[in-house]
């Protein structure tokens, strides 16, 4: 049976975010280099991302490459940034067939230049795009992004812009990287690592939580839709007591 079945379209997550985790174990496990595991698991961004615009998913986000990821050997680093290359330059077709416009979380500036180029070229042909709006987590930390936010309201402060007393969680909200983006509702992370490594604290202050084993490489269709039936089996309290919700 297909588990797309069960799922309940009138209740899908609105934002759902992926930590894509386990490409260098799966790689291992069958005696290949690490780089294998991450060119595979390009494979599973694009039936994750194909799938969940078909689902009617609005916001997707992926986190691709993390600010402590710098930290990994200069080698296993340039291959990510080569994939990315090359990845935006395949999917672009796939991208725009589908309605899908691309968004970007992070520090840019720091990514080669050759990938700043083709990010903005795909962000470009993308942007009028309405179906889904699928956002790459990319030299993203969240500590880094919240640092960034305090600094712009503070100085904001500063200049008369804003008041202290005016500060809230929308103002926080705006800015931030995320801006433009619902909180997320469903975050999945695959490999069976139970933690959030910097991503997005603050906008998954209550979101659902769901961890797999699953490798990201070997992560499926199927897998994608018995995490969104966990989620939709919950039952989201917000503080309020279950009576209260029915
Ligand atoms: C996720 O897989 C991809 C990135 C972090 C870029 P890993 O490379 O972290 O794979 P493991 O966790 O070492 O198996
Ligand atoms: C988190 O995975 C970052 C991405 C998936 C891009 P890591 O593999 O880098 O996280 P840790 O080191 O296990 O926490
Ligand atoms: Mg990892």
């Keep these: ?98 309605n899908i416009k691309l968004h970007t979380i992070g520090n840019l500036e720091k990514l080669p230049k050759s990938a700043q180029k083709e990010l903005l070229e795909v962000i470009n042909k993308t942007k009028d795009n309405t179906r889904m709006t699928l956002t790459l987590a990319l030299s993203y930390g969240s500590r880094e992004e919240l640092i960034s936010a305090i600094k712009n309201i503070s100085s904001k402060v500063k200049n008369n812009i804003i008041s202290i007393d005016a500060i809230d969680e929308s103002i926080i909200n705006q800015h931030l990287y995320t801006q433009n983006l619902p909180d997320v509702d469903l975050l999945i992370r695959t490999s069976g690592e139970h933690r959030i490594s910097n991503f997005l604290l603050w906008q998954i202050a209550y979101a659902e939580l769901y961890f797999t084993d699953v490798l990201w490489p070997d992560f499926t269709e199927q897998n994608l839709y018995e995490a969104i039936i966990s989620y939709q089996k919950r039952e989201r309290r917000f503080g309020k007591t279950s009576e209260q919700i029915k």
Excluded at 61 to 80: G, I, M
């Design 1 to 98: 049976m297909d588990l797309l079945d069960n799922i309940n379209k009138d209740n899908l997550p609105k934002h759902l975010a992926i930590i894509m985790d386990g490409n260098g174990r799966w790689a291992k496990k069958q005696g290949l280099m690490r780089a294998f595991g991450h060119e595979n698991g390009t494979k599973s961004v694009r039936k994750t991302v194909e799938s969940c615009a078909k689902l009617g998913i609005e916001n997707l986000t992926l986190y691709a490459f993390s600010t402590e990821n710098w930290n990994r050997p200069k080698l296993e680093v340039d291959t990510l940034m080569k994939l990315l290359i090359s990845s935006l330059k395949n999917e672009l077709k796939t991208l725009v067939e589908n």
